[in-house]
C-alpha cells in the first residue's frame, strides 16, 4: 500500500471515529453508523471492480466527511431546536403565570367593584334617608323614616324603638315608638329580660352604638339623652343583612339626637323650669286653637282656674325657697292626675289654669275635686317642716258658661275667688 492510501486510511479511520464519537455525543440516531457501513461496503465493492486503493480511499473520504458534516449540521439543528423548545416552554410558563395574575386581578377587580356598588348604594341609601329625615324634626316621623328604609332593603319581623332609664336601680320603659312589620307590636318578656340586664350600657367614645345579638334579637344600644337610654331591637334579621343596612344606623342616632334636642328647647321654651307646666303665652294659643275647633265641630271643652291658698303667708312664713317647693310639688300633682291631651298652665305667682278639650262643665267639676284632694292630702316636707296647702278652684265651660276666650277666663277666675272667700 502507498503512502498516499495510508495516510488517507488512517485520516479515514480518524473520521469514521469523529463521525462515530459525534453520533453518541449528540445523541443523533444510529441510522448514520448505519449509513456509514453501507457506503464502506459499497467502496469495497467498487474495489472489488478494479479501482485502485487511492481512488477508494478518497470516495471514503468524500462519503465519510459528508456524513461527518451531515451530523454535525444535524447536532446543530437539533441543540437548536432542543434551546428553542426550552424557551418557549419557559414562555409558555411566564403566559400561564401571566394568565394567574390576570385571573387574580380580575377577581380582585370584581370584588372591589362589588364593594365599591354595595358602598355606593349605602350611601345613596343614606343621602336618601338623610333627605327625607331634613324635612321634619318630628320624632315619629323620623323613625318612621328609618325604619321604612330598612325594611325595603331587608327582611325582619319588627323592628322597635324603645326609651329606657334607670330610677333607683329600677330599669323603667318611658317610652316606646314601634314600626311593625309582624301583628305583634309588644316587646316580648325575653326581650325586656335581655334589655334590663343590659342596662345601662357604656358607650365608647368614639362610638356611637353598640350592637349585641341574643338569639334571633339583634339590639342596638344608644347613648344616654338626657339619662334615657334609647335601644332599638330587630326581631328575625339576618346578621349579614344587619351588616349591610348598618351604615343607616349613625345617621338615624344623629337625626334622632337633633330632634330630641330641638323638643327639648321647644320644652323649655313653653314651660316654666319651675313647676314643669306650660308658660301663659302658650296656653292662651291652644286656648284659641281649641275655640276656633270646638266652633267648627260644634265641640265642648273646659278651663279650671285655681290658686293656692294663703300662699304670701306661707313665703313670709317659711322663705320663698319652702314656696317654691310647694309649686314644684304641685306642679308634679297636676301633671300626674291630668289625661295626656289637657293643657296645664302656671297662669302667674301661685295661680294656675289648666284647659281640658272635649269636657263639659260636669266633667271639669270632676277633675277639680280630684286635683282638690290630691293636693289637700298631700305632705309638703322639706328641711323637716311638714305643712298641709289647699287650693280653690273655680270652673267655666264652652258653650255653656262663655263663647270667647277672655270671657273664659273671667268666668273661671271670679268663681275661684267666690270659692276662696266661701
Known sequence: MDNITVIDSVFLSCLIAVAAGSAVARKVSYWVLALSTALISAAWLFASSGWSAGAISHVWVIYIAAIWFATICVSCMNSHFQEEKYNLSQTLLRLKSAKQRYSDHLSWLSAQVQLLQQGHTSQLLVTDMLRSMSRTLAFADIFGIFAKTIRNNAH????????????????????????????????????????????????????????????????????????????????KMDRNLFDEIQPLIAPFYLEMRKSYLFEMVRELSLKDALTGCYLRRYFMRCLEDELYRSKKKSGNFSVIMFDIDNFKHINDTYGHLYGDFILSQIGSIIRKT????????????????LLLPQTGHAGALRMSARLRDSINTHRFELSGVVLSVSVSAGVAAYPDDAQTVESLIDVADSRMYRAKKT
Open 338 to 353: 291630668l289625661r295626656k291631651n289637657d293643657v296645664p298652665s302656671r297662669y302667674g305667682g301661685e295661680e294656675f289654669v
Open 156 to 235: 325582619f319581623e319588627s323592628c322597635r324603638l324603645v326609651f329606657v332609664a334607670v330610677k333607683s336601680g329600677a330599669v323603667e320603659f318611658l317610652q316606646r315608638s314601634v314600626y311593625p312589620v309582624s301583628n305583634s307590636h309588644e316587646l316580648t318578656d325575653e326581650v325586656t329580660a335581655i334589655i334590663r340586664a343590659r342596662i345601662p350600657v357604656t358607650v365608647p367614645e368614639n362610638s356611637m352604638y353598640v350592637v349585641d345579638q341574643t338569639g334571633e334579637n339583634i339590639v342596638v344600644y344608644f347613648p344616654l339623652m338626657d339619662d334615657v337610654h334609647p335601644v332599638l331591637i330587630y326581631n
